[in-house]
């Protein structure tokens, strides 16, 4: 009698439903910490691509005020972080981070500040190799080289 | 029912998915690595290298050009001929033990400002000129002096604007910037009347033990900072004036200065001096005053060049 109203084939689709709908779970939950680790990643490779960026803008703002009449420094930086190509915008003065480091996707944005004494021009520019240098006016300035 | 062979074909994908999974997050996670490394490492591609070369070239210049003005060479194209010699010499080796760390550091386009170099070095002489005159002038229309340090010892007369030595700048417009070295109760003492004050103001930056070296241009006592010795303090900045003695028989010791002769209108007063060295008078010597030089300093990553001028000893 406790075989009533089961078949061979209601019992397979249970098992199957069962098991797929856990293993669902599984690769969602996986998913999800993949795409949370790859966010905290990026934000710690922008802290630090950023600090060696504006330790630069500083190293050559010290140049400048050595009486530099031609400065030109060189930083090597990753393209790419976690994957991602990230955009760095020098925007010094009041208001505004002195540089702030964004991704779009995920998008994960970092400001990091400086200290300067010579003027750098505001710009934005796409992350990877970057040169600081003293512009013929006088400021510094973050080009791509 | 499917053969058994085909069973666990769910489990199976799963697994796939999972193991790419962890795959990405283990690449993740070494990309976080690589990032900490790079953190760790000093962040300063050669910027402060460059700045301790150029400090090099300043001091070890500046060390060349006092040490060949010292010498006392008898003429203007001897000393800047040494001078000259001497720069390539230090470039050489300075060069050499650069491009063994792979790094090019070159001083480039030398040029030399002429100066005079005036001094006394009999510490028992009065500081009188050549012919014993008390009040006298050492240069006139003098827009650069460096260096200037008198030691001295044994002042008489105790009143400031009286009857004590003093060593002044006077402009052309009449401004009078002095320092007096007088005697308080067998003690040396220093008072400083810049262009503003109407009297001098007594005692400054004491007690002064003697023999007192004091640095007109640095503003220094025995060594010591003395901040109300501003050398010209209150006369305009680029305004020239003439270096003046005034009782000069109140006083002994020695001196010593230079001053900038490639500036238009400047001239030692020579009638008040030996013209070649001598153990008992005062006397001018050619001299440089200031050199100027190019710095390089390339590497890799850093490219660097700036324009030096090294004088040293000059009012800050």
């Not at chain 2, 993740?28 to 090099?56: F, K, P, W």
């Not at chain 2, 390339?298 to 040293?312: G, K, M, N, S, W």
């Amino acid at each position: 009698m406790s075989d009533r109203a089961l078949s061979v084939t209601v019992n397979y689709v249970m098992s199957i439903g069962i098991a797929t709908l856990l293993l669902s779970v599984l690769i969602v939950s996986t998913g999800a910490s993949i795409e949370d680790r790859r966010e905290e990643a990026i934000r710690a490779e922008l802290e630090v691509v950023g600090q060696r960026l504006a330790a630069s803008i500083e190293s050559a703002d010290r140049l400048a005020g050595a009486g530099g009449e031609d400065v030109v420094l060189d930083v090597a930086l990753p393209e790419r972080l976690a994957g991602k190509a990230y955009e760095v915008q020098v925007s010094p003065g009041p208001g505004s981070p002195d540089l702030l480091l964004e991704t779009s996707d995920p998008a994960v944005s970092v400001s990091v500040g400086f200290t300067n004494s010579t003027p750098v021009e505001s710009k934005t520019v796409s992350g990877g190799t970057l040169r600081v240098v003293l512009a013929d006016d006088g400021d510094l300035e973050v080009r791509a080289p | 029912m499917a053969d058994v062979r085909d069973r666990a074909q769910l489990i199976l994908i799963t697994g796939l998915i999972l193991a790419v999974s962890f795959v990405v997050l283990t690449l993740l996670l070494n990309t976080v690595i690589y990032t900490e490394n790079l953190a760790s490492r000093g962040v300063d591609t050669g910027g402060s290298e460059a700045i301790e070369y150029q400090t090099v070239v300043v001091h070890g210049l500046g060390e060349l050009v006092d040490g060949e003005n010292d010498a006392e060479h008898q003429s203007q194209s001897e000393v800047r001929e040494r001078v000259e010699n001497g720069t390539s010499g230090f470039n050489e080796t300075v060069t050499a033990s650069y491009l063994e760390r792979g790094v090019v550091a070159d001083v480039s386009n030398l040029s030399l400002d002429d100066g005079r170099l005036l001094r006394q070095t009999d510490p028992s002489r009065a500081f009188t000129n050549r012919t014993g005159t008390a009040n006298w002038t050492l240069a006139t229309g003098v827009e650069d002096t460096r260096s200037f340090v008198v030691t001295v010892s044994n002042p008489s007369g105790s009143t400031p604007g009286t009857d004590a030595f003093n060593v002044s700048l006077v402009s052309l417009g009449g401004d009078r910037w002095s320092v007096y070295v007088y005697e308080d109760g067998g003690a040396l003492e220093l008072a400083v009347q810049n262009v503003s004050d109407g009297s001098p103001t007594l005692d400054v930056c004491g007690p002064i033990s003697e023999p007192a070296r004091i640095d007109l241009t640095r503003g220094t006592v025995n060594g010591e900072p003395c901040g109300a010795l501003v050398f010209g303090n209150g006369i305009s900045p680029g305004a020239v004036y003439d270096i003046e003695f005034r009782r000069g028989d109140h006083i002994q010791g020695t001196y010593n200065l230079t001053v900038n002769t490639a500036t238009a209108g400047t001239s030692v007063e020579s009638q008040n001096f030996e013209t070649v060295a001598s153990g008992t008078s005062p006397y001018e010597v050619p001299a440089i005053y200031s050199a100027h030089v190019d710095v390089h300093y390339v590497t890799a990553d850093l490219r660097y060049r700036a324009e030096v001028r090294i004088a040293r000893g000059e009012p800050p």
